[in-house]
């Protein structure tokens, strides 16, 4: 079973950048769609980016032109560049993949990204 690990997480001022990678165990063209979902304290789990494994990109409001999804398929690892980061970006950043035939869901640990001056 391929499983996925983020790092990146941490401490930034408003205003600031930070870039999550979630590498895969094996390769993720495993996965038909992989995603970032971030989990913000008394709040539910929301879907902020996703890609496909053709590329195609999709992403939340809140997040569209400051977060920037990407994969590099021979490292097997998908990224999330997020610029111009407000406190309301606080919150435990998850990895997730999705493939649908055989189905497998497969979520990382999860990593935090507090934004605070």
């Known amino acids: 079973q391929v499983q996925l690990v983020e790092s990146g997480g941490g401490l930034v001022q408003p205003g600031g950048s930070l870039r999550l990678s979630c590498a895969a165990s094996?390769?993720?063209?495993?996965?038909?769609?992989m995603g970032w979902y971030r989990h913000a304290p008394g709040k539910q789990r929301d879907l902020v980016a996703s890609i496909t494994s053709g590329g195609s990109t999709g992403y939340a409001d809140s997040v569209k032109g400051r977060f920037t999804i990407s994969r590099n398929n021979a490292e097997n690892t998908v990224y999330l560049q997020m610029n111009s980061l407000k406190p309301e970006d606080t919150a435990v950043y998850y990895c997730?993949?999705?493939?649908?035939?055989?189905?497998?869901?497969?979520w990382g640990q999860g990593t935090l990204v507090s934004v605070s001056s």
């Open positions: 094996g390769s993720i063209f495993n996965f038909n769609v």
């Open positions: 997730n993949g999705v493939r649908w035939r055989p189905s497998l869901d497969a």
